[in-house]
T-cell receptor, first 116, second 115 residues
Framework: GNSVTQMEGPVTLSEEAFLTINCTYTATGYPSLFWYVQYPGEGLQLLLKATKADDKGSNKGFEATYRKETTSFHLEKGSVQVSDSAVYFCALKQGERGQGAQKLVFGQGTRLTINP | KAGVTQTPRYLIKTRGQQVTLSCSPISGHRSVSWYQQTPGQGLQFLFEYFSETQRNKGNFPGRFSGRQFSNSRSEMNVSTLELGDSALYLC??????????????FGDGTRLSIL
């Protein structure tokens, strides 16, 4: 079945450091890929998405490129801020053929802490 | 545009009881999905409803059920509660149309605690 594997956390960085959170997936066909972020006491917020190979999703300084050859969707940011401290989830969606079925498969999440 | 609204935010129940959680999707969204989030198992898909029909189901026991109304609002019910049902229950909505790559939008969840 489909699965998503993220690098284990927690990850602790200093402000303005470079961030990479690794994400790899297993799926048949061409899933859509997402990064969601969860702040304490809140639900998930969509951070960025990519729907086909070589697509680059970007938002708020974060980027991730859909790499089919390595089945990866690593999250990067050039200079992190304290406000980026949160839990980050990589996810894939693969609807059944001919349907719009919505089912996200999530990685285990990576807790990121940014120190001033 | 209002986001996904889940009520209540917090619930405390005891073993053996049953509970109903509510979710109001973003206006115009016809698909509502439910997820369970726990520290041990992470985020797991429960089920999805589209146009009042269950379209997709995860691997949860029959104690977990749901329904969707004609206005797309959805409820989730858990009967005979167990300690292991303590979790954050998240609802997500999307257009849900065939071939659509629109993402799911999440509510802030209902935190259920079983004593």
């Amino acid at each position: 079945g489909n699965s998503v594997t993220q690098m284990e956390g927690p990850v602790t960085l200093s402000e303005e450091a470079f961030l990479t959170i690794n994400c790899t997936y297993t799926a048949t066909g061409y899933p859509s890929l997402f990064w969601y972020v969860q702040y304490p006491g809140e639900g998930l917020q969509l951070l960025l998405k990519a729907t086909k190979a070589d697509d680059k999703g970007s938002n708020k300084g974060f980027e991730a490129t859909y790499r089919k050859e390595t089945t990866s969707f690593h999250l990067e940011k050039g200079s992190v801020q304290v406000s980026d401290s949160a839990v980050y989830f990589c996810a894939l969606k693969q609807g059944e053929r001919g349907q719009g079925a919505q089912k996200l498969v999530f990685g285990q999440g990576t807790r990121l802490t940014i120190n001033p | 545009k209002a986001g996904v609204t889940q009520t209540p935010r917090y619930l405390i129940k005891t073993r053996g009881q049953q509970v109903t959680l509510s979710c109001s999707p973003i206006s115009g969204h016809r698909s509502v999905s439910w997820y369970q989030q726990t520290p041990g198992q992470g985020l797991q898909f429960l089920f999805e409803y589209f146009s009042e029909t269950q379209r997709n189901k995860g691997n949860f026991p029959g104690r977990f059920s749901g329904r969707q109304f004609s206005n797309s609002r959805s409820e989730m019910n858990v009967s005979t509660l167990e300690l292991g049902d303590s979790a954050l229950y998240l609802c997500a909505s999307s257009l849900g149309l065939q071939g659509s790559n629109q993402p799911q939008h999440f509510g802030d969840g209902t935190r259920l605690s079983i004593l």
